[in-house]
């Protein structure tokens, strides 16, 4: 039997983006599954749930979870829109200003990734661009790039939660539910956040069988 060579993700997710693309009638909601796979694939010690219920903020379109742990907290979320859509204009409007005061927020178009921690933007990457007749034109590194990207955002997770106060902030969801929970504390404590999962860049991403139209 022929040995078979592993798939890689970003290329498979790709792949999945551009046949729905050349359809003519994919919208925002179609490639979810293929940012599902992706996602899962990447780490498989999570699990990416589309279309949660509402939590106080909103409803962003992803809730991510670490699989097995009592302390089942989110590992982030993320908010997608369509391909090509100004992320730059989407930054703006007041849902993202909701959702920008969770403590992981990834917003996507499902080519470019920006990552935002407490508010503040920390990675971004970017696949390619839509180009005529619905063909992604894809820029060179993009598929390391944006792998990269995406662990970092996967292994976040319970890594940052070094104080009872971080802790409480996670459950309650607010600052001033956690003083009520806990009392005031002191924020003294400088534990390093440590990685809960690392997963090795795939090398075939270095050279990616990319095609631009």
């Known amino acids: 039997m ?27 909601q179609t490639h979810r599954a293929a940012l599902e796979d992706l996602l899962e694939s990447l780490d498989p010690s999570i699990e990416a749930f589309n279309d949660p219920k509402h939590i106080e903020v909103g409803a ?12 089942d907290f989110p590992v982030g979320h993320i908010e997608t829109k369509d391909v090509g859509e100004d992320l730059g204009k989407t930054e703006k409007s007041e849902q993202l200003k909701r959702y920008l005061g969770l403590p992981s927020l990834l917003l996507t178009d499902y ?21 005529s007749h619905n063909k992604l034109h894809l820029e060179p590194d993009a598929g390391i790039n944006v792998q990269a990207l995406l ?23 607010t600052e001033s539910a956690t003083d009520s929970f806990l009392g005031p504390t002191s924020r003294e ?21 990319y095609f631009i139209y």
């Open 111 to 131: 080519l470019e990734f920006r990552w935002f921690t407490d508010g503040k933007l920390r990675l971004s990457a970017r696949l390619g661009t839509l180009g």
């Open 189 to 209: 404590f400088n534990s390093p956040a440590v990685s809960l999962y690392s997963p090795p860049l795939s090398s075939a991403v270095a050279s990616l069988p």
């Open 2 to 28: 022929a040995k078979r060579t592993p798939t890689d993700p970003v290329a498979e997710y790709l792949s999945k983006i551009q046949r729905k693309l050349s359809s003519g009638i994919a919208r925002e």
């Open 151 to 173: 662990q970092e955002f996967l292994r976040h997770s319970m890594a940052e939660i070094v104080t009872p106060r971080d802790l409480a902030v996670r459950m309650a969801g």
């Open 60 to 71: 962003p379109d992803f809730t991510i979870r670490r699989k097995g742990k009592v302390t």
